[in-house]
């Protein structure tokens, strides 16, 4: 069920879901240029090859910088043409403004527009 979340930077309202990420085995990025996150998941072989036997979120709690951007660089890229990291904020979808903080200071991953699911879809540049 779609809630309304109002945007920090511009004040205005904006539909989408919230998800407890730390509840679950998933990791998340948001794109640098628009609203699209990409959601995978912390046993995906991928990842696990590149970042070992780590959780999303201790990969970023150790600012473990070196294997975070071997996962960034293995990643697609955004369909916008984005690319996904973890520094980045999401992005609100009315005023391009800082919607919610990056994955190393909110345990909520928020879709607002796109989401790339990569247990739906390859994520990866090699899979």
């Not at 072989?45 to 709690?61: C, N, R, S, Y």
């Not at 520094?87 to 391009?96: A, E, K, Q, S, T």
């Amino acid at each position: 069920m779609s809630k309304k979340f109002k945007c920090k930077t511009c004040g205005k309202q904006v539909e989408g879901e919230r998800y407890h990420a730390g509840f679950s085995d998933i990791g998340f990025l948001y794109c640098n240029k628009d609203s699209t996150v990409l959601i995978f998941n912390a046993f995906d072989p991928v990842f696990e090859k590149l970042a070992g036997d780590i959780h999303p979120w201790t990969l970023v709690e150790e600012n473990n910088k070196e294997k975070m951007e071997s996962i960034e660089n293995n990643l697609i890229n955004c369909p916008c043409g984005g690319r996904f990291y973890f520094d980045n904020y999401l992005i609100c979808p009315i005023c391009g403004g800082e919607f919610s903080e990056q994955m190393a200071k909110n345990i909520y991953v928020f879709v607002l527009g796109q989401e790339i699911d990569g247990e739906k879809q390859n994520i990866w540049k090699k899979a």
